[in-house]
């Protein structure tokens, strides 16, 4: 568990900085046009949001709160990989240690 956490954390900071990065330093409206007129980037932009769905059902699964869930998703939604990497180092932090914990979150004791 404690690789998880490293790599979680090393992802989640990784991640945050270049999107600070690319957020001071491109334009993104006139970047994401262009990428979004290339098929490959419209191949890939669909991989990576049917893998934030993905991931956002497990999310929605472990947490009990409706409303947490659904400000989770959204900022999987736009914030992406990075706060996909926050919210598995969260996970693992909070679930210390215990794997079950850690898939089920809230619904373990089910």
């Known amino acids: 568990m404690k690789i998880g956490k490293v790599i979680s954390l090393i992802g989640a900071l990784g991640f945050g900085a270049l999107l600070v990065y690319g957020l001071a330093t491109g334009t993104f409206i006139s970047e994401g046009s262009i990428l979004s007129s290339l098929l490959w980037g419209q191949i890939s932009l669909i991989d990576v949001y049917i893998m934030f769905i993905i991931f956002s059902f497990w999310v929605i699964y472990r947490e009990k709160s409706v409303w947490r869930s659904i400000i989770w ?38």
Not at 87 to 99: A, C, L, N, P, V
């Open 73 to 110: 998703v959204i900022l999987i939604m736009i914030l992406g990989s990075f706060i996909t990497c926050l919210y598995i180092f969260i996970t693992f932090m909070t679930s210390k240690g215990d794997w079950k914990k850690f898939w089920l979150g809230n619904r373990k004791d089910n």
